[in-house]
Structure formats: structure tokens, C-alpha cells
């Protein structure tokens, strides 16, 4: 039984940080490339940054235009978490945000996800 439960999710005003965290069971982390997407009210979802499931000296995570220089992902195997780093939010950011897991056999970063969470509210007002 696969399950991701994301968290960190919040209330905050333009240029503060949230940091959001997914844990994943019933998953094979070393199998799986991950992945955060955000859906805005009203809007499609869009994919916002990943990481692959390589060992972390081949690792390597990728982002959006739109969050690139503000946002980092990381991957942590043994607690079979990632997380979401945001810094510097702005309004534009709010939206649901979900950890999504991708089964890959590439090295390349897969975002043909299998596996979503429930997602966590972040909101910048």
C-alpha cells in the first residue's frame, strides 16, 4: 500500500519561507523519481521541481522557471523523505501542493507520476 503524506503546508506573507516535507511508504525510493506539482484554484497542474532517484553523487533535481532560485528540493533515502524548501513566496506561489512519485529506470528525471499525495495548502497573502 503506497502513501505519500505531505506536510508543512501554511499561511504566510509575500518573501517568507515555508519548507514542505512528504513522506513516502510502500514505495521503492531508489526506484522512484519524485516530484512536487502545485495545483492554483482554478488552474491546471503544474509541475514545479523533481529529483531522481539516483544516489545522491548522481542526483540530480531540476525546477520550474517560475521557481528556479527560489525553491530546493531534496531527497532524504533513509527517512524516505523529500522536501520543499520555498523561500522568498509570493502570491503567485498559492495553490495545493503534492509530492508525486514517478517509477523509473532512466537516469533522466520521469514525471509520468503513479503515485500523488493528498497535498498540503500553501497559501501567500
Known amino acids: 500500500h503506497v502513501q505519500l503524506v505531505e506536510s508543512g503546508g501554511g499561511l504566510v506573507q509575500p518573501g517568507e519561507s515555508l519548507r514542505l516535507s512528504c513522506v513516502a511508504s510502500g514505495i521503492t525510493f531508489s526506484r522512484h523519481d519524485m516530484s512536487w506539482v502545485r495545483q492554483a484554484s482554478g488552474k491546471e497542474v503544474e509541475w514545479v521541481a523533481g529529483i531522481t532517484s539516483l544516489p545522491s553523487l548522481f542526483r540530480a533535481a531540476s525546477y520550474a522557471d517560475s521557481v528556479k532560485g527560489r525553491f530546493t528540493i531534496s531527497k532524504n533515502r533513509g527517512m524516505y523523505r523529500i522536501s520543499l524548501q520555498m523561500n522568498n513566496l509570493e502570491p503567485e506561489d498559492t495553490a495545493t501542493y503534492f509530492c508525486?512519485?514517478?517509477?523509473?529506470?532512466?537516469?533522466?528525471?520521469?514525471?509520468?507520476?503513479?503515485?500523488w499525495g493528498q497535498g498540503t495548502q500553501v497559501t501567500v497573502s
Open positions: 508525486a512519485a514517478a517509477a523509473t529506470t532512466s537516469c533522466a528525471l520521469t514525471t509520468s507520476f503513479t503515485e
